[in-house]
C-alpha cells in the first residue's frame, strides 16, 4: 500500500512529495501521467537497501497543484533542483536522478545543467528523438491542450472514466499483469481533471522539450556515469526490434551503459522492479552497495 507524502511548495507550485530511507539520494521522476505510486515496487527495496528515495509529482500530476505554465525540459531539471534544496535533505551529496519515458528528458537535463549535483543518470524506457518536428507552433498546441483539457472536464469524463482509464492505459503497458496501485489513491488523482490537463499540457511540449534536450547536448557535457534500461516484450517484430536499437543508439551516444528489461512493457518499474531497482544501486559512479 503506498503512502502519501506532504506537499512543498516550490516556485509558487504545491509539489506531492514522499521521501522514505536514508543514504545517497535517489530521484525517481515518473512518465506522462503517472504518479509516485507507480514507483512503488522500487521505491520501497532502496530505501530497505540504505537509500533515501525522492518521488514526486510534477505540476498537474498525481496529487501536486495544477501547472501554471507548459513544462520545458530546463524548468523541469530546475523544479528537481529546487526540491531538493527545499526538502534540506540530511545527505546533500550528489543524486542519482531517475527518468523514465518523458521523464527521461527532465533527467537528462538535470544532469547536463546540474553536473555537480548528480552522481548518476538512470534512463527507463526513456523517450528518444534524434530529430523532432512539429506541424504547429507551440503556443497553438499548448492553447489547444487547454482548451481540450478545459472540455474534457466539462464534459465529466474525469469522474466518469478517469480511473478506468487508467488502469487500461497500465495493463497495456506491461506484459502481464493488471495496475497495482491502491484504488483508493487512482480514483483520489484520476477522476480529477486536473490530472488529464495537465497530461495534455505536457504532451503539447513533448517536442519541444525533446529539441531542448539536444540543444542542450551540444552545450553542456554530460558528465555523470549514464544507465539507458530499455523494456522488451519478448516479441520479434520490427517495431520492438527498432525500439530496442534506438535505445541502444542513445546509450552509445550518451556513453552509457545499456540493459534490457524483458520481459517486460514501457512500465518496466512494474514488470520488472528488481532490475530497475538493480540498474539504480549499481549504476556507475556510485559503486554497488
Not at 512503488?40 to 514526486?56: I, K, M, N, Q, Y
Request: hydrophobic share 45%; net charge positive.
Amino acid at each position: 500500500m503506498s503512502a502519501t507524502g506532504r506537499f512543498v511548495r516550490v516556485d509558487g507550485t504545491a509539489l506531492h512529495v514522499v521521501v522514505e530511507g536514508r543514504g545517497p539520494v535517489a530521484v525517481l521522476a515518473a512518465g506522462l501521467a503517472m504518479a509516485w505510486f507507480d514507483w512503488d515496487p522500487v521505491a520501497a527495496p532502496l530505501a530497505a537497501r540504505g537509500h533515501t528515495v525522492v518521488r514526486f509529482d510534477r505540476p498537474g500530476h498525481g496529487l501536486s497543484a495544477p501547472a501554471a505554465a507548459p513544462p520545458t525540459a530546463a524548468g523541469e531539471a530546475h523544479r528537481i533542483a529546487a526540491l531538493l534544496d527545499a526538502l534540506d535533505l540530511p545527505d546533500p551529496g550528489p543524486v542519482t536522478v531517475v527518468g523514465h519515458s518523458i521523464a527521461g528528458f527532465h533527467a537528462e537535463a538535470f544532469a547536463r545543467l546540474y553536473p555537480r549535483r548528480t552522481a548518476a543518470l538512470v534512463l527507463l524506457d526513456t523517450s528518444v528523438e534524434e530529430a523532432p518536428r512539429t506541424l504547429l507552433p507551440a503556443a497553438l498546441r499548448t492553447g489547444g491542450a487547454r482548451v481540450l483539457g478545459r472540455m474534457v472536464t466539462a464534459a465529466g469524463l474525469p469522474a466518469a472514466v478517469g480511473p478506468a482509464a487508467r488502469r487500461l492505459a497500465v495493463r497495456a503497458s506491461r506484459t502481464g499483469g493488471t495496475d497495482p496501485a491502491p484504488r483508493d489513491l487512482v480514483r483520489r488523482c484520476y477522476r480529477t481533471g486536473r490530472v488529464w490537463r495537465g497530461a495534455l499540457l505536457e504532451n503539447s511540449r513533448y517536442p519541444d522539450m525533446a529539441a531542448e534536450v539536444l540543444a542542450l547536448r551540444a552545450t553542456h557535457p554530460l558528465t555523470a556515469p549514464v544507465t539507458v534500461l530499455a523494456n522488451h516484450d519478448g516479441s520479434g517484430g520490427r517495431g520492438a526490434s527498432r525500439r530496442l536499437a534506438r535505445q541502444a543508439e542513445l546509450a552509445a551516444r550518451l556513453g552509457g551503459r545499456f540493459e534490457v528489461a524483458e520481459p517486460a512493457g514501457h512500465l518496466v518499474m512494474l514488470d520488472r522492479p528488481d532490475q530497475v531497482t538493480r540498474a539504480v544501486r549499481t549504476a556507475p559512479g556510485r559503486g554497488p552497495e
